[in-house]
């Protein structure tokens, strides 16, 4: 190796055929001095072939066969021939020479083949460098990860042992939502001990209600760390609980997510509260309307009685117009008309006296607020008149749809105009004047503006 790295440094014009020269010069010479030992010619030879096609390849392997051949028939035939090449050697020189183009192409291609599988090895060992590099990079990442997940588990279980004492609902659990620390206050609340929380799935042990899908409550927490919210948990017992809820999302050195603190608080006897305070605030609601509607019997009288008895003056007039010689049907059928009209008022008066009345939950919708003024002024536009009130609306066609209860509505409006006849006692008839309107708000927020405005003397300053 040493020699062939040797003839590698020498330039390839040089070497490759002053090698073959100097081989068959070392062989001749070799050779010459052996010939008093041996009638062997022609070994050396084959050896000087052999070590130029090695080292030179084709072109230096032929030149050493050239020379060899010449010098074997020079120097090497019997004695008073000089002639190169005689006919008397041919059949040796052939021989020699067939063979030794023979050994020298062997040569070739045996140095062509191990240095192609030379190359292939120096492939190979460098491809499977690089993929050991590679595996050895990725397991160091592995690992890498793997120690910190555990690192950013342990800071995590560390934090909630410093909360064990509190009685507060505290437990975390890692990227799959699998529970990985579980406090006192959190066995108290749910029943289930430590030791039979730890590697259990949070949502599928508590059967998790959640208030919006869990896919949007991840990406808030991915986005801004935290997410608050209230959820239904069941306990052990099969019992439901309503907690208010803080998550906190622990990020490792990388800032690669590893673990999820959650805090719970048993909110459930609040929330009975609260529905309970909802019901009476509905059925404090529909006494209101009841006790309103009371106070304006008279108006609703009025406002029943005075279609009811336009029906009833119709309807003698269309018995009359029936009863001549020669009935009238024009007039007759004019006055049932005037019957189906009064008729469907009275109904729908006694409609909306049963909507106010009756005690039904909230039902929001997309309502228009002029048409639900206007029915409201229709059924108080008796106890206006009653009270000598006059009134003026100035409703605007311009107004955008309210989401919200029409009872609801109708009941804020009623007590609004209810509130502005009584304040309007004191002072003479004359003067007593009720404006409504509606607006749209001028400061781009798409607001609505409802305005009952009385002309009384206001509230006593003192």
Not at 341 to 357: M, N
Not at 400 to 424: C, K, S, T, W, Y
Request: proline share 3%; charged share 25%.
């Amino acid at each position: 190796m040493k020699l062939d790295s040797l003839v590698r440094r020498v330039p390839h014009a040089v070497w490759q055929y002053g090698f073959a020269v100097l081989s068959v010069a070392v062989a001749l010479g070799i050779t010459n001095s052996l010939e008093r030992y041996t009638t062997l010619r022609t070994p050396i030879f084959y050896i000087a072939i052999i070590i130029s096609a090695w080292f030179g390849g084709m072109g230096s392997g032929l030149l050493a066969v050239a020379l060899s051949t010449l010098a074997v028939d020079y120097y090497f035939a019997p004695r008073g021939q000089t002639s190169v090449l005689s006919i008397d050697n041919w059949p040796f020189i052939l021989l020699f020479s067939l063979s030794a183009l023979l050994a020298c192409w062997i040569t070739v291609q045996r140095r062509k083949a191990e240095e192609a599988l030379k190359q292939a090895r120096d492939e190979l060992e460098a491809r499977v460098e690089e993929r050991t590099s590679d595996l050895r990079r990725a397991t160091e990442g592995l690992q890498a990860e793997i120690v910190e997940r555990k690192r950013g588990e342990e800071a995590v279980r560390e934090r909630a042992n410093l909360l064990d004492l509190t009685h507060d609902t505290v437990f975390a659990r890692d990227i799959n939502d699998v529970i990985t620390f579980w406090n006192r206050g959190a066995e108290k609340l749910y029943g289930w001990t430590k030791d039979e929380a730890i590697g259990q799935v949070s949502h599928r042990l508590m059967q998790t209600i959640l208030p919006v899908p869990l896919e949007e409550i991840a990406a808030e927490l991915k986005s801004t760390g935290r997410w608050e919210g209230e959820l239904i948990h069941t306990r052990r017992d099969g019992t439901r609980v309503v907690v208010a809820s803080r998550w906190a999302l622990q990020l490792d050195e990388r800032g690669k997510p590893t673990a999820v603190l959650e805090t719970n608080n048993d909110i459930t006897e609040r929330k009975r509260a609260e529905e309970a305070l909802h019901k009476a605030q509905v059925e404090l609601a529909h006494v209101t309307r009841v006790a309103t509607l009371g106070e304006m019997t008279a108006s609703i009288s009025h406002e029943v009685n005075q279609p009811l008895a336009a029906v009833v003056t119709n309807a003698n007039a269309c018995l009359r117009w029936l009863a001549r010689q020669s009935p009238d049907l024009d007039e007759a059928r004019a006055a049932v008309e005037r019957i189906i009209r009064d008729g469907s008022r009275a109904s729908e008066v006694i409609g909306r006296i049963r909507a106010l009345v009756k005690k039904s939950p909230p039902q929001k919708d997309w309502l228009n607020i002029n048409d639900i003024i206007l029915e409201v002024i229709a059924l108080a536009r008796n106890e206006m008149h009653r009270n000598r009130v006059s009134l003026q609306t100035r409703l605007s066609d311009d107004v955008p749809l309210l989401h919200g209860d029409r009872i609801q509505l109708q009941q804020v409006i009623l007590n609004l105009i209810i509130n502005g006849i009584e304040a309007m006692n004191g002072i003479d008839e004359g003067r007593r004047e009720l404006i409504v309107s509606t607006e749209r708000e001028t400061n781009g927020s798409n607001g609505l503006l409802i305005a009952v405005r009385d002309s009384g003397v206001g509230l006593n300053s003192e």
